[in-house]
C-alpha cells in the first residue's frame, strides 16, 4: 500500500494540528454509543466459556437488551419504593423526581446507558422505559390538556440530570432537586 499522503514540511505544525482538530471533530459528530462489555468479555467475568453465553444470549443486542430491561427495572422499584399513592399529585410528583435524581446520582453509568445512548433495536413508541413517561403524564395536572407536557417535563429533568452528570463544575447556584422541579413546575404551571 503505498501512502498518497505529503510529508509536511517543518513549520507546518500548527496547520496539522489545525487538520487533526478537524478530523476529530467530523468524527464526533455522529452519535457514538457508549461501548458494552463483549460477550467474550462477560464470560470471562463470570469465569465460563463464551459459548455458555451464547446458550442464554444469542447475540451482543440480545444481551444488551437484557441489560437495559434488568436497569429499568431497577429504577422503576426506586420509582415504586419512593412514591406516595395516598398523596396529592405534586406530592407524588416531587418524590418521584427525587428519586429519579437520586437513583441517576447513584447510579451515574446505568443513567448514562438507560438515557444517553440509542434504545436497542425496536419499533418506534415502544421499548424499555417508556412506561416512566406515563406515570409522569399521570401526576402532571395539565398533561390531560397537553400530551407533550409529559415529554417536556421528561426532557428537562434529563437535562437536569445529565448536566449535574457530566458538567459538575459549572457554576451551579442550588441543588439538582431544586432545579428538577423548576424547571417541571415551570412547564405545568404548578407552584
Not at 18 to 31: F, N, W
Not at 73 to 100: F, K
Not at 101 to 109: S, V
Not at 154 to 182: M, N, Y
Request: charged share 25%; proline share 9%; with cysteine.
Amino acid at each position: 500500500m503505498t501512502d498518497t499522503r505529503q510529508r509536511r514540511a517543518r513549520g507546518e505544525g500548527e496547520r496539522l494540528r489545525a487538520e487533526l482538530v478537524a478530523a476529530a471533530i467530523e468524527l464526533l459528530l455522529e452519535p457514538q454509543s457508549l461501548p458494552t462489555p463483549s460477550l467474550r468479555a462477560i464470560a470471562r467475568t463470570c469465569g465460563v466459556a463464551p459459548s455458555a453465553v451464547y446458550m442464554h444470549f444469542p447475540s451482543q443486542d440480545a444481551l444488551n437488551y437484557a441489560v437495559t430491561e434488568e436497569l429499568f427495572g431497577r429504577l422503576r422499584h426506586a420509582l415504586d419504593a419512593a412514591d406516595m399513592p395516598d398523596g396529592t399529585r405534586v406530592d407524588r410528583l416531587r418524590s418521584l423526581i427525587d428519586a429519579y435524581l437520586t437513583w441517576a446520582e447513584n447510579h451515574p453509568g446505568a443513567y448514562q446507558l438507560l438515557f444517553e445512548r440509542p434504545d436497542p433495536s425496536i419499533e418506534p413508541g415502544t421499548g424499555p422505559g417508556l412506561d416512566l413517561l406515563d406515570r409522569l403524564a399521570d401526576l402532571l395536572p395539565a398533561a390531560e390538556k397537553s400530551p407533550d407536557l409529559a415529554l417536556r417535563a421528561w426532557c428537562a429533568l434529563h437535562g437536569v440530570v445529565s448536566l449535574r452528570i457530566h458538567k459538575p463544575t459549572a457554576p451551579w447556584t442550588s441543588e439538582p432537586r431544586a432545579d428538577a422541579w423548576a424547571v417541571v413546575a415551570a412547564l405545568a404551571g404548578l407552584p
